[in-house]
C-alpha cells in the first residue's frame, strides 16, 4: 500500500505537470495555439521522457491539443465528427527553427472527451496508459488547468488498477508499472523493442512510486487474475481494429500519415517498414498490404533473433 496521502500525490503530479520546457517545445506549443484557440498544450512520449536531452531536430515530438470543444476547433463538421468517434484526430506539424526544422505530432481531444476517456468508463488503455505516464502542461488557460491536473490523476488510477492484478497481490510498485506497460503496447499496434519498458520507467524516476495510491491489498485481487489477463487480450484484439481503423482515418486528417505510420513503427520494431508508391497515393487500399509487411518482416526479425 502506497503511504503517499491524496493530497500530497495532487501536489506532486501539478509540480510535474508544470515543470519548464525547452526553447523548441515552447515555440512549437506557440505555433499550436496560434491555430486553436483557448486550447491546452501538453507534451507527452519520447520527447518528454528517453528523447529529452536529444538534439530538438531530431524529435518528433508528441502533444496533445486539449480544446473547449471539438465544433470550436474545426471549420469541418466531418473532422469533427471523426474526432469524437474514433478519436483523437493527429496531425503533423513542421516549422523552422534557426537553420534547423522542428517537428511535432499532435492530437486533439475536447477537455470533457479527454476525462471520458482516461477514466474506468473507457475500456481501451490507448489513453488513461498514456496519460499515467509524465507529461508536462506546456500552455493552458487558467480554467483549464486544475481539470488538466485531475485528468491525470484519473488516469494514474484507471492504469492502476488494471495493472495491478497482472502483478499478483505481493507485487512492487515498480512490477505493477512494468506489467500495464508492457501490456498497454500490446494492446496497440506498438512493436517496442526489447528493454523499452525500462528504459521508460528509469526516465520517470520516482513517477511511479509518488502517484500510485493502492487501497489495499484488495486493489491487487480486482478479479482473478486469469479474468484480468483475457481483458487485456481483448484490449489487443480491440486495438488492433482501432489501430487499422485510426490508419484509414489519418489518410483524411494527417498528410503524409502513411509515410509516418511506417517510420513511427521502424523505429520502435528494429527493421525498416518500406511503403510503396502506390500506398502513398492510395493509402486505403494500401493499408492491409502494408500491414502484412509488416507481420512478415517482424516474424523474420524474430526468427533471426532466435538463431542469434
Known amino acids: 500500500m502506497s503511504n503517499i496521502s491524496k493530497q500530497e500525490r495532487s501536489v506532486f503530479i501539478r509540480q510535474v505537470l508544470t515543470r519548464p520546457c525547452s526553447e523548441a517545445v515552447c515555440l512549437l506549443a506557440g505555433w499550436l495555439q496560434d491555430r486553436f484557440s483557448d486550447c491546452a498544450i501538453l507534451l507527452y512520449g519520447s520527447g518528454n521522457s528517453v528523447l529529452s536531452k536529444t538534439d530538438a531536430s531530431e524529435i518528433l515530438f508528441d502533444f496533445y491539443v486539449i480544446v473547449p470543444s471539438y465544433r470550436k476547433a474545426y471549420g469541418s463538421w466531418l473532422v469533427a465528427f471523426l474526432n469524437?468517434?474514433?478519436?483523437?484526430?493527429v496531425f503533423f506539424l513542421?516549422?523552422?527553427?534557426?537553420d534547423k526544422k522542428l517537428r511535432a505530432k499532435y492530437a486533439?481531444?475536447?477537455i470533457a472527451h479527454f476525462e471520458k476517456l482516461v477514466s474506468k468508463k473507457t475500456f481501451?488503455?490507448?489513453?488513461?496508459?498514456?496519460?499515467?505516464?509524465?507529461?508536462?502542461i506546456v500552455a493552458a488557460p487558467d480554467d483549464m488547468r486544475e481539470r488538466l491536473g485531475q485528468t491525470v490523476e484519473t488516469a494514474v488510477d484507471t492504469f492502476v488498477s488494471r495493472a495491478a492484478p497482472l502483478a499478483g497481490p505481493d507485487a512492487s510498485v515498480a512490477q505493477i508499472?512494468?506489467?500495464?506497460?508492457?501490456r498497454s503496447y500490446k494492446a496497440e499496434l506498438r512493436a517496442e523493442q526489447p528493454g523499452r519498458v525500462d528504459d521508460l520507467l528509469e526516465s520517470y524516476?520516482?513517477?511511479p512510486n509518488q502517484v500510485t495510491r493502492l487501497e489495499g491489498p484488495s486493489q491487487t485481487r480486482l478479479g482473478d487474475k486469469w479474468q484480468s489477463r483475457l481483458a487485456w487480450r481483448l484490449r489487443a484484439v480491440q486495438g488492433a481494429f482501432l489501430s487499422v481503423i485510426r490508419l484509414l482515418k489519418g489518410?483524411?486528417?494527417f498528410q503524409g500519415g502513411v509515410d509516418y505510420i511506417a517510420w513511427k513503427i521502424s523505429r520502435h520494431a528494429g527493421f525498416t517498414l518500406p511503403v510503396k508508391?502506390?500506398?502513398?497515393r492510395f493509402p486505403i487500399l494500401g493499408a492491409p498490404f502494408l500491414g502484412a509487411r509488416y507481420y512478415r518482416l517482424k516474424r523474420e526479425l524474430a526468427a533471426r533473433r532466435a538463431q542469434s
Open 84 to 89: 469524437y468517434c474514433i478519436p483523437p484526430n
Open 277 to 280: 508508391n502506390w500506398e502513398r
Open 177 to 182: 508499472w512494468r506489467q500495464g506497460l508492457t
Open 205 to 207: 524516476g520516482d513517477w
Open 251 to 253: 489518410t483524411i486528417t
Open 94 to 98: 513542421e516549422e523552422q527553427f534557426g
Open 108 to 110: 486533439i481531444l475536447s
Open 124 to 136: 481501451h488503455s490507448y489513453f488513461w496508459a498514456r496519460f499515467a505516464q509524465p507529461s508536462v
